[in-house]
């Protein structure tokens, strides 16, 4: 007796590939890529290609986030260790045989490309130390806790000496969040949130001396002084060091409660903001949109991240819950750092707006915590189904 199958439809297929999503996470990232999107067209449509190539590079994220969605948390996992050896590899790579652009030694020819190995710990630092934590499940002592802070100290040391303060901050961020959700006791954070409570008050109070020009800092590079010195007081040198910060202090005062409308920004077309279309984009925005479009914008990232919390408390695995938790924190990192710096209450370091700001590489490394988010919660529901 012959009996007949039914080929199955590509949708059949394919469908396979799109279960487990998690929808609230999608629809937080369709909408920051929105407005990303929107304000990328008005700050940056005179600007090149830059709007173009900030779509292009928003569906190369997306296929980052669709493609990492599918492996399973076990293979991130498996993949933990050799990545972070490899990246701490190349920094070193970076330290002996490095590109040198601008003053700062940060990229790597490695024969097909030139990369920039700091970008890969941001997602290989918080792997390897979830992967950690997971081996010492239930047995956690002060000594795997002093473990897990060389593994932060390595990469982090070798960043900071390229010099990358920015990408510096994000990795060691990264990393701390692992630890402080691995169960670091606050007897240990307080003090060390309390000393840089005291550091910073001393730093204000005593601005007028240490900024003098004689005067040098240990450990930080001349630059860096003068970024902490022009956050300090950015009207001391209005059209040199605090040009940046006063002029995206101004585009943010201007907007007011409403804004001066879509493509209306005086401060943005007239080109005042300096880096419109990446590092001080939201200058930009608040211009346009004001407080109105900030508060939509914050709700925005901060939906994305209780999102991603809410995803790393209902994980199955320890492992899981560090990385889901670690990675949804980051995105907090990255906001709170440039919309502090565009408004003159942090110094400048370089640090992009996720997926409004223009940059490739960072929205792919953005794409990849997304992509993890997604595999976590995707995991979940295939068990729970």
């Known amino acids: ?72 948390p076990q293979r991130l996992m498996a993949i933990a260790v050799p990545l972070y050896v490899a990246g701490v590899l190349l920094l070193l790579g970076v330290e002996f045989a490095g590109i040198t652009r601008k ?32 081996r010492r499940e239930g047995q956690l002592r002060v000594p795997d806790f002093l473990v897990a802070v060389m593994l932060l100290a390595v990469p982090v040391g070798l960043i900071m000496k390229q010099p990358d303060l920015g990408t510096a901050l994000l990795v060691l961020s990264g990393g701390l969040y692992v630890i402080f959700f691995a169960g670091l006791s606050w007897k240990l954070i307080i003090p060390v949130l309390s000393g840089g409570a005291i550091a910073i008050t001393a730093l204000v109070l005593s601005e007028e001396r240490i900024c003098q020009p004689e005067v ?26 605090g040009f940046h910060t006063l002029q995206g202090m101004i585009a943010i005062g201007s907007g007011g409660v409403h804004g001066k409308g ?52 209902d994980a199955p695995t320890l492992f899981s819950r560090l990385l889901a938790g670690a990675t949804s924190l980051s995105f907090f990192t990255y906001a709170f750092v440039n919309m502090g710096m565009v408004s003159g209450i942090l110094p400048v370091v370089g640090v992009p707006l996720p997926f409004i700001s223009y940059g490739g590489t960072a929205m792919v490394t953005l794409g990849l915590g997304i992509g993890i988010l997604m595999s976590i919660a995707k995991s979940r529901r295939m068990m729970v189904s």
């Open 1 to 72: 007796m012959n009996v007949a199958f039914k080929k199955p439809s590509l949708w059949q297929r394919t469908k396979p590939l799109f279960l487990g999503f998690d929808g609230w996470l999608a629809l937080a990232l369709l909408a920051l890529c929105g407005a990303g999107l929107l304000i990328m067209y008005s700050a940056g449509f005179d600007h090149g290609t830059r709007f173009v190539d900030h779509g292009r590079n928003m569906l190369i994220a997306a296929s980052v986030v669709f493609v990492v969605a599918q492996i399973p």
């Open 103 to 134: 003053g700062a030694t940060r990229w790597l020819n490695i024969g097909v490309t030139v990369i920039q190995p700091s970008e890969l710990l941001k997602i290989a630092l918080p792997l390897m130390l979830a992967w950690w934590f997971q």
């Open 216 to 241: 040098d800092w240990p450990v930080l590079h001349s630059y860096q002084k003068g970024r902490v010195c022009t956050l300090l007081d950015p009207t001391k040198d209005p059209l040199g060091k």
């Open 262 to 313: 879509f493509m209306k920004g005086t401060q943005t077309h007239l080109e005042f903001i300096p880096e419109r279309t990446t590092d001080f984009i939201f200058a930009a925005y608040s211009e346009e949109f004001g407080l109105v479009g900030g508060v939509l914008l914050l709700l925005g990232f901060t939906f994305l991240i209780f999102r991603g919390l809410m995803i790393a408390s």
